[in-house]
DNA sequence: GAGTAGTCTTACTCGCGAGTAGGTACCAGG
DNA sequence: CCTGGTACCTACTCGCGAGTAAGACTACTC
């Protein structure tokens, strides 16, 4: 009567890789508050107390989600862009990689943004580095190439409303799945790189050919 | 021994604006779930049971806080803005009216956008409202203006490509908050107006002198 | 001043969920 | 076969917070 069911006896790297990925599930679905440790171990397939012997308290736990995930995503970025282009070739690698990510993982995309941002305290400082390493990017992007005398400041804070943008586009992408990760990238890069007042005469920019 | 303190047998009316106001204040501080009736009745002055007689559960007295403040951003927004104006001028006028509302009411707009948009269930369906006014309001601002034979899809995508923007950066600007009310909106308008491909090249928008 | 409608309180119940105590099953090596 | 260590469990404690019962106090009317 147990030919199925419980796995048992794993060794503990894996049983943390299983637990974690219940987590990221759990905590997307339902919110931090809201997730129970009971539901993730449930989830997990695996009781409480280990759970707490593996991971710590629910707090370290959500901590852990957090960094994992942005690592995660960072890596896919930094996989997907191509350097050593054009920069509008550039920032529309970084988004397609981006939105791809997103799209592909949009569990970890709540867990990581949506959540993380509503809980104050210790969880926003993993946050806020991981965005910090994003407008750098940009920032160095705009910096490089830009002709007119833009002071650093300047580009910081584009580039903010730029990742800014990005990360609500892809928080209002999440209630909008229909669609497509190309299009919303490229209603993006448009947006960004056109500006409407180009887009109302018809200016449209696209993607340099194929490849 | 009773001069000050509680203030005595007041009227249902003003009794539930101060329980409006004292649930708002609580939930941007704290978020939905952590804020508990106990803290929101303390900060309204009054007892718990009132509060359940006045305004329903804790959900009820949520979603009810939603609509009010909604109803006062989009208000605020409308008053704002300037008709039978050029597009651009539009635009700029609502966005200032947008982020001269956020900044003047940021516990509203936490309690309104990032508290709201991330309890699922009924309280999104408010938001998913507000947003769809706004989203119409900016399309047919665009469709109005628009000089190329865009679908009235195309209009709508951009529109809600342009709040989502400003929705996040109001967001970000809540964490950002040394910054004045009109830097971020003209950031905004410059982004989504300009564009990066004409801002690296030096051109930028700005308003037509003064008035 | 007796009735009654509306304001307001203290003092509970009760379930849920974080965290734990105290084990049992299984597998080494001796 | 014992000894220890690691994986794993059932079954709790305990506090917090949503929601309520039952009544007290005030004010206004006739």
Redesign the pocket.
Same mark, same amino acid.
């Given at each position: 009567m147990r030919t199925e069911g419980?796995a @048992?006896?794993? *060794?503990?790297a894996v049983?943390e890789r299983q637990i974690m990925d219940a987590a990221v599930d759990v905590f997307s679905r339902l919110g931090f508050h809201a997730?129970? =440790?009971?539901e993730i171990s449930e989830v997990a397939g695996?009781? @409480? *107390? =280990?759970l707490?012997?593996y991971l710590g308290? @629910?707090?370290e736990l959500f901590a852990t989600c957090i960094r994992r995930e942005a690592t995660r995503m960072m890596e896919a970025i930094a996989t997907g862009v191509e350097p050593d282009q054009e920069p509008d070739v550039q920032l529309w690698s970084g988004l397609r990689a981006f939105f791809g990510f997103v799209g592909e993982n949009r569990a970890s995309w709540m867990v990581l943004h949506r959540q993380a941002s509503t809980q104050g305290g210790p969880f926003a400082v993993e946050l806020t580095d991981m965005r910090g390493r994003a407008v750098s990017l940009v920032a160095a992007l705009l910096t490089q190439s830009t002709k007119a005398p833009a002071t650093k400041l300047e580009a910081e804070s584009l580039a903010a409303a730029l990742v800014g943008a990005g990360e609500s586009l892809a928080d209002w992408w999440l209630d909008h799945p229909e669609e497509p990760a190309g299009v919303v990238a490229a209603r993006l890069m448009n947006l960004v790189w056109m500006g409407f007042g180009d887009l109302v005469d018809g200016n449209v920019w696209h993607p340099p050919s194929r490849r």
């Open positions: 419980r @048992k006896r794993l *060794p503990r049983r997730a129970s =440790m009971d695996i009781s @409480k *107390p =280990m707490y012997a308290s @629910k707090d």
